[in-house]
């Protein structure tokens, strides 16, 4: 059984560039959901994809926006990228069924310079 | 709205202690409970998962309890060491449409020689 793993580990980008990062989930699981996390505090809910279409999202501008693909892999996009964007970007994959819980990537620190 | 606490938010102990961190949420209507760890800058570990019908769960010195009628959790560390320094998270599923988390802060633990 493969983990959920993240690319890339670390990324530096300047105020208003764009950015992706991206996911695979762990093998039996076809939702993957995208967590922000800010030094210091808990993480935030972006948004879920299940089966290629969001399934939730977060409060979160339509800046960040996200795809899933039929492997189940995901990416996040962030457009116009500010500095409050520097956080740890987390994905995780479940299935939708809540009594599964949710396991976690090593995630991808973003710093907007 | 569903929100969740930690306390404390951060512990400082020597080398051996047994532990209790606390975490409270203020809906009890919920599916399971989830504790993470979290070294710094990486990703999320899953520790325990308590589903709504269970009272507590144990994995080597780990033990999670859950009270659903008082809405809250602790985690019991039994004789600590120094490599169990890191942030620990308790997380619950959100109760409306779809599975995403909602985390509280974090404890942040240092457990000293």
């Known amino acids: 059984e493969t983990g959920v793993t993240q690319s890339p580990t670390h990324l530096i980008k300047t105020r208003g560039q764009q950015v992706t990062l991206r996911c695979s989930s762990q093998?039996?699981?076809?939702?993957v959901s995208w967590y922000q996390q800010a030094l210091g505090q808990g993480p935030q809910f972006i948004f879920q994809y299940y089966r290629e279409e969001e399934n939730g999202r977060g409060n979160f501008p339509p800046r960040f926006s996200g795809l899933q693909f039929p492997n189940y892999s995901s990416e996040l996009n962030v457009n116009a990228l500010e500095l409050d964007d520097s956080a740890l970007y987390l994905c995780a994959s479940s299935s939708p069924d809540r009594s599964i819980g949710q396991y976690f990537g090593p995630g991808t620190r973003l710093t907007v310079l | 709205k569903q929100e969740v606490t930690q306390i404390p938010a951060a512990l400082s102990v020597p080398e051996g202690e047994n532990l209790v961190l606390n975490c409270s949420f203020t809906d009890s209507a919920i599916y399971n409970l989830q504790w993470f760890r979290q070294d710094p800058g990486k990703g999320l570990t899953s520790l325990l998962l308590?589903?709504?019908?269970?009272r507590e769960q144990t994995s080597g010195r780990l033990n999670a309890s859950l009270d659903k009628s008082s809405g809250r959790s602790t985690l019991y560390i039994a004789a600590s060491q120094p490599g169990d320094s890191a942030t620990y998270l308790c997380a619950v599923p959100f109760s409306g449409g779809y599975n995403k988390l909602i985390f509280g802060a974090g404890t942040r633990l240092a457990v000293h020689p």
């Open positions: 308590i589903q709504s019908s269970q």
């Open positions: 093998s039996g699981h076809n939702t």
